[in-house]
């Protein structure tokens, strides 16, 4: 009855990354060019927002060049980037040299070819902007898996009541406006639900309050405005957003609100932090970032795009899931949900949330400086790269990869169920490494990889508890998608 398995048309997943297979194919030269000091950089960041936009200028690219690797410039180049030039990997099988820390360096490579300044971060570099080999890498990263282990047993409780009341909000909001902002609403359940995670403590009621949320996107948008298209006129928006910096000091106030907010919030976590060797004030800011930018943003652009994935597979699917989620629910015993029940027991609901992380990659640009001389390999070629070229990726070139996913472009909700599913797993890379790999102290792998796919598979499970089926509208928004439902038909088994 599984009517819509796709496992007949699977194609085996093995690829010659960078193993011993690599070795037969030709030697090539990385085609493409750079053009003029500053007008090919000027020209490429035109072609990348507005005249072709990213999906269509790497495909472009690729169609030019006969080539998955090549050179070109990335935005945001003059004057914000003092050097756009990289080495685009554009395919499964030359991607995950950037995982491999011994041939790449990832210092001040966060956000790409520019680093926002540190004045935006309390004068820290914070830890996603660390190389391992720096020293305070490893140190940071065990305080924060030290918080997320310690607060585990928090997170399914906290979960449900925040966004259970999301739901209900939405359901009112329907019942009055004919739609409910899913996105808007989402902001303010993420941060609610991780304040109350890790720390135990609520922002409503504090001087914080409600503010948290746009706080925080105002504070992110100083950091990322060079990446993004907020849709003004492009000329304008290219001169105030991509060609320069926006000064920190306009956002100064707000960071502090957030900082004094952490500091009383997160007090008996920042206690913990001397143990691993790490300043109560290096902590607060790490922890914030680690917050507000990592896990708040993060959820801003991964639940949106959860919902429109599932929302567009349409009701036959919702009712496979609802039917999934209750009947595992009700086999825990109590009837409660519980994370056992939801690692164990709900197969399409993992297989749905590893394809939205597979066909949407929520932080899609990853990038990182060659090492030393070395050979990246392609499917079609191998290529020469020289010490301190910068190597960028753009993720779902890599995770829609058609040599290595049957109908690469399509959502395939039951894609990873199965053992040939789970074989495809290490082909899904939205936290900076393979599925089937954990992030460590020494690498550079997100460091909140469980908690994320653990949240995003609670999403799934309370909108199939108290709804059979539900539809919805999808705008753009400079980050993630801007989701509206239209209607929840309540659970009626
Ligand atoms: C790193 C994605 C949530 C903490 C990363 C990286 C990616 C990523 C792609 C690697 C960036 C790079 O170096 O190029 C995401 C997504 C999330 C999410 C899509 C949510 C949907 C979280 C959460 C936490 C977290 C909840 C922790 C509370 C970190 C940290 C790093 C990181 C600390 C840097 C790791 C290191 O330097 O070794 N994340 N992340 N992230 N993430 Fe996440």
Request: hydrophobic letters at 40%; proline letters at 7%.
């Amino acid at each position: 009855p599984n009517r819509s398995r796709s496992g007949a048309h699977r194609r085996p997943a093995s690829i010659g990354a960078s193993s011993s297979a690599s070795v037969d194919l030709p030697l090539r030269k990385i085609p493409g060019d750079y053009g003029l000091p500053f007008l090919g950089p000027l020209c490429d960041r035109l072609a990348y927002f507005y005249f072709e936009g990213r999906d269509q200028f790497f495909r472009s690219r690729i169609r030019r060049y006969g080539s998955t690797v090549f050179r070109v410039n990335v935005p945001p180049g003059p004057f914000v980037a003092p050097d756009p030039r990289v080495v685009a990997l554009l395919d499964a099988a030359s991607f995950p040299v950037l995982f491999d820390t011994s041939l790449i360096e990832k210092r001040d490579l966060f956000t790409g070819t520019f680093m926002p300044s540190t004045e935006l971060t309390g004068g820290f570099r914070v830890l996603p902007y660390l190389d391992p080999a720096e020293p305070n890498h490893a140190q940071l990263k065990r305080l924060l898996f030290f918080l997320l282990g310690s607060r585990r047993h928090a997170v399914v409780a906290e979960f449900r009541r925040s966004f259970g009341s999301l739901f209900e909000a939405m359901e009112t909001e329907i019942a009055r406006e004919g739609k409910a902002d899913f996105s808007a609403a989402n902001d303010r359940a993420a941060f609610d639900f991780l304040v109350r995670c890790f720390f135990g403590t609520d922002p409503a009621g504090s001087r914080l309050d409600l503010d948290g949320p746009g706080l925080i996107n105002k504070w992110v948008l100083f950091q990322l405005g060079p990446l993004l298209k907020l849709g003004l006129p492009p000329y304008l928006e290219d001169f105030l957003l991509h060609s320069f910096r926006l000064p920190p000091a306009l956002v100064r106030a707000d960071y502090d609100r957030l900082t004094d907010f952490f500091r009383e919030s997160a007090g008996p976590f920042l206690d913990e932090a001397k143990r691993f060797g790490v300043s109560r004030e290096e902590a607060l800011h790490n922890v914030l970032f680690a917050t507000c930018f990592n896990a708040f943003s993060g959820m801003k652009v991964l639940f949106p795009s959860l919902i429109k994935w599932i929302g567009r597979a349409g009701a036959r699917l919702h009712g496979r899931i609802a039917e999934e989620v209750r009947s595992a629910v009700r086999g825990t015993g109590t009837g409660e949900v519980t994370v056992r029940a939801v690692e164990a027991a709900m197969p399409l609901t993992r297989s749905v949330v590893y394809e939205a992380l597979r066909v949407e990659p929520p932080m899609p640009l990853q990038y990182g400086r060659a090492k030393r001389d070395m050979m990246v390999a392609s499917h079609d070629g191998r290529f020469e790269v020289r010490a301190g070229e910068v190597l960028f990726g753009y993720q779902p070139f890599a995770t829609r990869d058609p040599r290595v996913f049957e109908r690469a472009e399509e959502f395939v909700a039951d894609r990873f169920v199965g053992a040939e599913g789970e074989a495809l797993l290490r082909h899904v890379l939205w936290s900076n490494g393979p599925e089937t790999e954990g992030p460590t102290a020494e690498n550079k792998q997100c460091a909140g990889k469980d908690f994320v796919v653990t949240v995003a598979r609670l999403l799934v499970v309370e909108l199939f508890l108290r709804y059979d089926s539900f539809e919805i509208e999808v705008g753009a928004s400079p980050l993630g998608s801007l989701v509206k439902l239209t209607s929840l038909k309540r659970a009626t088994f």
